[in-house]
């Protein structure tokens, strides 16, 4: 869990330090980091552990994952400048004293912006994470392919996410607008689900698969940049902790429920649930964009 809190923080860190026309493409930066550590740290902890089950070795892959923490907490220490001037920081140790975590979770609910990002971020990762959760198993009933072809298909999300994040997002940004990218990623969510219902081939699926990775690779550094770009200076890093909570709260529901749907309702219904919930999250973010406008 604690990957978690060190995702929140390195997002305020970014939004401390770098100006706001560059939010979105620094995000996209630093969330293509997670997506490769994501995309290759099992591979590499299975390769440690060894490919027979039985005798696996998994104290490998463990002390191995100890040592890049520690180096990565070395390089924070030695290497990572404080992002936050004396005067700032004690500002913000000021208003953390001041507001607790219900304050400013109740901040986030009498913002008209803040709060609908919030529910949409809520639903767009409940979405993505319920094919992430049921993917292997849509894949072997569904496709008939078996643990090597899944990996392999799972490692084929990841790298398209991080390209999209490292080179796409910052661009992108610049060149449409970061509330119309937002609209642009609840639209290609909700294709690419419905695409995978409709897949009678390895190559439909991998279509499907590259316009719903892209959508939430996209979406994560986009919606943290305008949230980061909406919240002040001293609230930054606690705001930011509270969407990553309620995101986080997301991956959970999921799951849940596309587990259930899976066993009760059809093998493609989480896809079609996933699809269906990106409707809200559309007309959710067309009030933003108003509101936006207004303010």
Not at 57 to 80: E, G, R, W, Y
Not at 238 to 247: E, N, V
Not at 275 to 285: D, E, F
């Amino acid at each position: 869990m604690s990957w978690r809190g060190n995702l929140g923080v390195a997002f305020a860190y970014i939004g401390d330090v770098v100006a706001r026309k560059d939010s979105a493409k620094a995000f996209g930066r630093l969330t293509t980091g997670f997506t490769l550590g994501f995309t290759f740290g099992p591979a590499l902890g299975g390769l440690l552990a060894g490919g027979d089950l039985q005798t696996a070795n998994f104290m490998v892959p463990a002390f191995t994952a100890v040592v890049l923490s520690l180096t990565a907490c070395a390089c924070v220490i030695f290497f990572l400048p404080e992002s936050m001037p004396v005067e700032k920081r004690a500002e913000s140790l000021a208003a953390k004293s001041a507001r607790s975590f219900g304050e400013l979770l109740r901040l986030v609910r009498r913002d008209n912006i803040l709060w609908k990002l919030a529910l949409v971020s809520f639903l767009f990762f409940m979405a993505w994470t319920q094919l992430l959760s049921i993917f292997a198993l849509w894949s072997d009933r569904v496709l008939e392919q078996g643990p090597r072809q899944i990996g392999l298909l799972f490692m084929y999300m990841g790298l398209v996410g991080a390209a999209v994040q490292f080179v796409v997002t910052g661009p992108l940004a610049k060149k449409v607008g970061e509330m119309r990218i937002l609209h642009l990623t609840t639209v290609g969510m909700l294709v690419g689900l419905t695409g995978l219902t409709l897949s009678a081939s390895l190559a439909w699926v991998l279509i499907s698969l590259t316009v719903a990775s892209a959508a939430n690779s996209l979406f994560t550094p986009i919606v943290t940049s305008v949230v980061s770009q909406k919240s002040l200076p001293k609230e930054r890093g606690a705001i930011l902790g509270i969407f990553q909570s309620i995101g986080s709260l997301g991956r959970v529901a999921g799951p849940t429920f596309s587990c259930a749907a899976f066993a009760n309702l059809g093998y493609n219904s989480p896809f079609h649930i996933g699809a269906l919930i990106m409707v809200p999250c559309l007309i959710l973010l067309l009030m933003v964009s108003r509101a936006v406008r207004e303010s």
